[in-house]
């Protein structure tokens, strides 16, 4: 099975400070994607990469920056957090060029901006 | 607009009774995934369904993609069976949308 790992688990910080999370997969998947996930609305996707370099807007994109460094990494950055901006955060992987287009998922990150 | 309506939000079984779960699609998508997830915690892949009927232990999915729906059929319910199940769907551009998710409650 895919292993997606992301740190840190919690994060608490205040209005207007720098936050980066960080996601890592193992298994060579070309997709990697950023989800929040928030009562009453579900998961949406905030950002995704196709490969190393490579960024993808989703459909909450405002506030937030990616980067995609190598095909493992992938980070979320946001530069100037709001409390908006808490939520459960997830990272996750894909292989579309497969037969599969099977999603894995980390085990998320809760940030909380005070 | 909702791209992904699942229903019922909610539901509550006897342990062993079974579950119907179900997932309508704004557009014809033929990615269709389902996951498990408990409160706060990571989403478990259960059943990558694009068309079809496929099962997995208790669980059965059965995607019609000219209906622009899909199912997850949970037989003889388990207390550790409680928990939010979730349908995705792909758009084709690799750009998922997901429902709000059935609570699922298994009471002895």
């Known amino acids: 099975e895919a292993a997606v790992t992301q740190s840190p688990r919690n994060k608490v910080t205040v209005t207007g400070g720098n936050v980066t999370l960080s996601c890592r997969q193992t298994?060579?998947?070309?997709?990697m994607y950023w989800y929040r996930q928030d009562t009453g609305h579900g998961l949406r996707l905030i950002h995704y990469?196709?490969?190393?370099?490579?960024?993808q807007i989703g459909d909450v994109p405002d506030g937030y920056k990616a980067t995609r460094t190598t095909q493992e990494d992938f980070f979320l950055l946001l530069e100037l957090a709001s409390p908006s901006q808490t939520s459960l955060y997830f990272c996750?992987?894909?292989?579309?060029?497969?037969?599969?287009?099977?999603?894995?998922f980390g085990p998320g990150t809760r940030l909380t901006v005070l | 607009e909702q791209q992904v309506q699942q229903s019922p939000a909610s539901l509550v079984l006897q342990e062993g009774e079974n579950a119907e779960l179900q997932c309508s699609f704004s557009?014809?998508?033929?990615?269709v995934q389902w996951f498990y997830q408990r409160p706060g915690g990571r989403l478990v892949s259960l059943l990558y369904?694009?068309?079809g009927t496929k099962q997995s232990g208790r669980l059965t999915s059965t995607t019609v993609i000219k209906e622009r729906r899909s199912s997850l059929h949970i037989s003889s319910s388990q207390i550790t069976d409680s928990g939010t199940y979730l349908c995705?769907?792909?758009?084709?551009?690799?750009?998922?949308?997901f429902g709000k998710g059935t609570s699922l409650t298994v009471i002895p």
């Open positions: 996750a992987s894909s292989d579309p060029g497969g037969d599969s287009y099977e999603q894995y």
């Open positions: 298994n060579s998947h070309n997709y």
């Open positions: 990469s196709y490969g190393a370099g490579n960024l």
């Open positions: 557009i014809f998508t033929n990615q």
């Open positions: 369904n694009p068309s």
């Open positions: 995705a769907m792909d758009t084709g551009y690799q750009n998922f949308y």
